[in-house]
């Protein structure tokens, strides 16, 4: 009997032994599905490199803009500053224009719009520029500032610029003092 069981216990253990290869066999066949093959792997990488170029190249776009938008308003403080004194210039070449004046005083006009016209090239060829505002233009909010408002002369003044009080500039496409107007109400 010690015989038979003995042949038994080893069946038993062959065929336990056998179902245990089997699961393992599913098990690795399993784990072996779950781990991506070379194409995915390299189809994953392809898309991280893809993501981090484009990334890289929408950086670079935007740290060009922005250095570009510096360069464009890097002199406004500059700029701001300066504009009382042209305002002054162009008061002072106004006031001389009006009274009739001798030699002397021409002369000195001469010299006072000769250094206005310098002053103002140059910083023109910088980016500054006069925003046109003229008597009878529509009143733009976006545009315009509004001092006060009067009653207008006639009815077609109404909504629309009067009087310019002070000159408006641009520092390329972006106002940098808006135009000082008297509307018409």
Same mark, same amino acid.
């Given at each position: 009997?010690?015989?038979?069981?003995?042949?038994?216990? %080893?069946?038993?253990? +062959?065929?336990?032994?056998?179902?245990?290869?089997?699961?393992?066999?599913e098990?690795?066949?399993?784990?072996?599905k779950?781990?991506?093959?070379? %194409? %995915?792997?390299?189809?994953? =990488?392809?898309?991280?490199?893809? *993501?981090?170029?484009?990334?890289?190249?929408?950086?670079?776009? *935007? $740290?060009?803009?922005?250095?570009?938008?510096?360069?464009?308003?890097?002199?406004?403080e500059?700029m701001?500053?300066?504009?009382?004194?042209?305002?002054?210039?162009?008061?002072?070449?106004?006031?001389? =224009?009006?009274? @009739?004046?001798?030699?002397?005083?021409?002369?000195? *006009? @001469?010299?006072?719009?000769l250094?206005?016209?310098?002053? !103002?090239?140059?910083?023109e060829?910088?980016?500054?520029?006069? /925003?046109? $505002?003229?008597?009878?233009? /529509?009143f733009?909010? %976006?545009?315009h #500032?509004?001092?006060?408002?009067?009653?207008?002369?006639?009815?077609?003044? +109404?909504?629309?610029?009067?009087?310019?009080? #002070?000159?408006? !500039?641009?520092?390329?496409?972006?106002?940098?003092? !808006?135009?000082? /107007?008297?509307?018409?109400?």
């Amino acid at each position: 009997m010690s015989n038979k069981e003995d042949i038994k216990e %080893e069946e038993i253990t +062959k065929t336990d032994e056998s179902q245990q290869v089997k699961e393992d066999q599913e098990i690795t066949e399993e784990t072996i599905k779950e781990e991506p093959t070379l %194409e %995915e792997l390299l189809q994953v =990488e392809k898309d991280k490199f893809l *993501r981090l170029f484009a990334e890289f190249e929408n950086y670079k776009k *935007r $740290t060009t803009k922005e250095r570009i938008e510096l360069f464009k308003t890097a002199g406004q403080e500059v700029m701001t500053s300066l504009l009382p004194v042209i305002d002054d210039f162009e008061r002072a070449m106004s006031h001389t =224009e009006e009274e @009739k004046i001798d030699k002397e005083a021409e002369e000195l *006009r @001469k010299g006072v719009e000769l250094i206005y016209q310098k002053l !103002y090239n140059t910083l023109e060829n910088k980016g500054l520029s006069k /925003v046109e $505002t003229k008597a009878g233009d /529509v009143f733009d909010a %976006e545009i315009h #500032e509004a001092i006060t408002q009067i009653p207008s002369p006639t009815d077609d003044l +109404k909504g629309k610029v009067i009087d310019c009080i #002070e000159k408006g !500039y641009k520092l390329g496409d972006k106002i940098i003092r !808006y135009p000082k /107007v008297v509307i018409g109400q």
